[in-house]
């Protein structure tokens, strides 16, 4: 499956949307043409499109816009160019997340717990 299609079923989750086709509601180029050839990989979401539908769920817009650039590009080395930028992105952002956490725990303010008795 693409990356627009998954993209697609997640957007459509998110919105607790069963048809496809309630899709035009929020983007409106999207008919049941448009939807059927993203589905079957002959078409690919816009860059805009891909960066509302993440923005709306959350989601990093530029990892997202990253693999629609991978999704699209047919020369294999840009592609694999492509990949390795996504892989640097992922590992830093998984640093910093850990790097987060383990702050946390080193300054708990919470203070340990009594027992009555």
């Known amino acids: 499956m693409t990356f627009s299609a998954e993209f697609l079923e997640k957007y459509k989750t998110f919105k607790k949307i069963d048809k496809y086709t309630d899709l035009a509601i929020f983007f409106p180029e999207l008919n049941s043409g ?3 050839n993203i589905k079957n990989g002959k078409r690919s979401l816009t860059a805009n499109q891909v960066i509302a539908m993440a923005e709306e769920m959350n989601l990093d817009w ?3 816009l990253i693999s ?3 999704e699209k590009t047919k020369d294999k080395e840009l592609k694999s160019r492509w ?3 996504k892989k640097k992105i ?3 952002c998984v640093a910093v997340a850990m790097t987060i956490a383990s702050a946390a725990v080193m300054t708990n303010t919470v203070p340990p717990l009594r027992y009555r008795r």
Request: hydrophobic share 55%.
């Open 83 to 85: 990949s390795e930028i």
């Open 62 to 64: 530029k990892e997202a």
């Open 90 to 92: 992922t590992a830093a």
């Open 68 to 70: 629609l650039s991978i």
């Open 34 to 36: 448009n939807i059927a």
